[in-house]
């Protein structure tokens, strides 16, 4: 597998090599300001689900952005097992002049994949966030919901062994991304694929990650840590994801009242 | 990895799918109502119109009877109607509107190419972008008509002096829409396109040369207007049998002989040819791109 090194010069070395590896990581965007990121350490394993949660402008998607290489870091390395991370935007992102396919099938073509096999490959992959018969579709003919899943369609044509989700379902009301959160746990499971999912909301992340990541704010730290040990399939609703999520809560509590 | 049996992912798949199912179809916009019949479409946008021309001519008529000016600085419809009749017969009108939409065409052509060119050179270098951006934009203020004398000199009665004012009168804009409509893409689109790895030249060709569409159809739509505007001012300048017989020098033979009707004629003529351009050529290609990307306004 290639890795990308953006700092060649500190590269450090591992034993069982992480999907991703996120080495004291500092992002500075203006000279003067506190970093926004501060030595920032985190590392996921292949296959493994991981959620990054903390308050709004934490950095969060500052540190997706390193992670998928849209964005040098100021200090530290970044090493990503992949040659490019895909990456879902915390916006809608789609491309509104090409159709629900057209948007699936640019990722194909970006990937090298031939024209004859790119319909048919579009096709399967939305049928894989259950879109089947949507290629067609422009973007401003789909809701919120089926929007996000063109978005995940095409981030999946990426065919990229490491997925990056930046509060992909933070627009969509409750039973929709209840809804997504089964796809996207599905989809996890059968592709085998490393997930880094970036979120505000503590339940979603209880609800999906095999390890919870809180971050604290600025600057930008990795404040602590939680395995999460309740099998799939999960519910939002379950009293150990509830449990699990206050426990959680009361912390981000804590490390958003140390700024009051 | 979490431990299941096969029967609740089967079942708990199943339901998510028909709960997603229904989500759908009630997310979905319903289906857009049929296109509205000819009669609907005839009531709407060419009734209206045609009724306000009709009342046009009916105050031209009462004007002419009432001899607000002599008749020969204005004569009444039924005159002009019947010059237009004539120039038709005689084969001039179709020849003057023939020479000046080729005109007109060739020197948009050349525009399209220069100023697209010039469109992407000052998007690409910040350095020419400040050097030669506000030259470009004043340029689109200017009155092309301006240069006319220049070109004269230049280029003599020639079609190279014709031609020269058609492009400095439509350049301006095209290179100004273009690069006002890269200037307006949202820069998450060119991440996108770095996300998925296209390079530079894909980026461009995928990403954000589709997404200036927009802005980039505003400047061709300004610049074939200010193509035909300085086309005519042009055209009426540099009269000489050499350049043949275009609308300007229709209208200007319609001046020399002091026939009001002639010049009338070819007044409509022009107005014609530019409505006709914009409703065949722009407009259907703008609510296209439009329509495709959900911009439209409903009325
Ligand atoms: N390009 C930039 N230039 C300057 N400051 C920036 C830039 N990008 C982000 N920031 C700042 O960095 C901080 C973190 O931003 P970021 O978008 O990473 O937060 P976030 O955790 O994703 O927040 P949210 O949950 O609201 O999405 C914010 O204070 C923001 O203002
Ligand atoms: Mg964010």
């Not at chain 1, 003067?32 to 402008?57: I, N």
């Not at chain 2, 070109?151 to 009665?157: P, T, V």
């Amino acid at each position: 597998m290639a890795t990308r090194d953006l700092t060649a010069d500190q590269a450090v070395a591992t034993d069982a090599a992480p999907a991703v590896r996120v080495t004291g990581v500092s992002q500075v965007f203006e000279e003067g300001r506190p970093p926004v990121l501060d030595r920032v350490d985190l590392s996921v394993a292949p296959g493994e689900f991981v959620c990054l949660l903390g308050a709004s402008g934490c950095g969060k998607s500052t540190l997706l952005n390193l992670v998928a290489g849209l964005l040098p870091p100021t200090a530290g390395t970044v090493q990503v097992a992949a040659d490019r991370p895909a990456l879902m935007f915390q916006e809608s992102a789609l491309l509104p002049w090409l159709t629900a396919g057209g948007n699936v099938e640019l990722a194909l073509r970006a990937r090298g994949v031939a024209k004859a096999e790119r319909r048919a490959e579009a096709e399967r992959l939305l049928g894989l966030v259950n879109l089947s018969g949507s290629e067609g579709k422009r973007v401003h003919e789909l809701s919120g919901g089926m929007r996000q899943r063109v978005a995940l369609a095409r981030a999946l044509a990426q065919d990229s062994p490491v997925l990056l989700m930046d509060e992909p379902f933070a627009a969509l009301d409750a039973i929709t991304r209840d809804v997504l959160h089964e796809e996207l746990v599905r989809v996890w499971q059968q592709q085998g694929l490393t997930v880094l999912f970036v979120t505000h909301n503590v339940r979603e992340a209880v609800r999906l990650g095999q390890r919870v990541v809180l971050m604290s704010s600025r600057p930008g730290r990795i404040a602590r840590e939680w395995r999460i040990d309740i099998s799939h399939p999960r519910s939002i609703e379950a009293p150990a994801v509830g449990a699990m999520a206050s426990e959680i809560t009361a912390q981000l509590h804590r490390e958003i009242s140390r700024h009051g | 990895m979490a431990d299941r049996s096969a029967d609740t992912l089967v079942d708990g798949h199943a339901d998510a799918r028909s709960v997603e199912a229904g989500l759908d179809a009630l997310d979905t916009a319903p289906q857009l109502p049929p296109r509205p019949g000819l009669g609907r479409v005839l009531v709407r946008s060419v009734l209206p119109p045609v009724v306000f021309l009709a009342l046009l001519v009916g105050v031209w008529q009462i004007a002419y009877v009432a001899e607000v000016k002599p008749p020969y600085a204005l004569p009444g419809p039924a005159d002009v109607w019947s010059t237009f009749l004539e120039t038709v017969a005689d084969g001039r009108a179709l020849e003057a509107v023939w020479v000046s939409v080729s005109r007109g065409f060739v020197g948009f052509a050349l525009s399209l190419v220069i100023g697209t060119l010039l469109g992407l050179l000052l998007w690409s270098s910040r350095w020419v972008r400040a050097a030669v951006g506000p030259i470009v934009s004043g340029l689109q203020s200017l009155p092309s008509v301006a240069w006319v004398p220049a070109a004269i000199i230049w280029f003599q009665l020639t079609d190279a002096a014709i031609y020269t004012v058609v492009l400095l009168g439509a350049v301006p804009s095209i290179a100004n829409g273009l690069l006002g409509g890269f200037k307006q893409v949202p820069p998450l689109y060119d991440r996108v396109g770095r996300v998925l790895g296209l390079g530079a030249a894909g980026r461009m060709r995928h990403v954000l040369l589709p997404a200036a569409l927009p802005g980039y159809l505003g400047g061709l739509r300004q610049g074939w207007a200010f193509a035909w505007r300085s086309l005519m001012a042009a055209e009426l300048i540099t009269y000489s049998p050499s350049l043949g017989l275009g609308l300007g020098q229709l209208l200007n033979v319609g001046r020399e002989l002091s026939q009001m009707s002639l010049v009338i004629t070819s007044i409509v003529l022009i107005l014609v040819v530019g409505i006709a351009i914009e409703l065949l050529v722009f407009a259907p290609v703008e609510r296209r791109i439009l329509r495709n990307r959900g911009l439209t306004v409903g009325g």
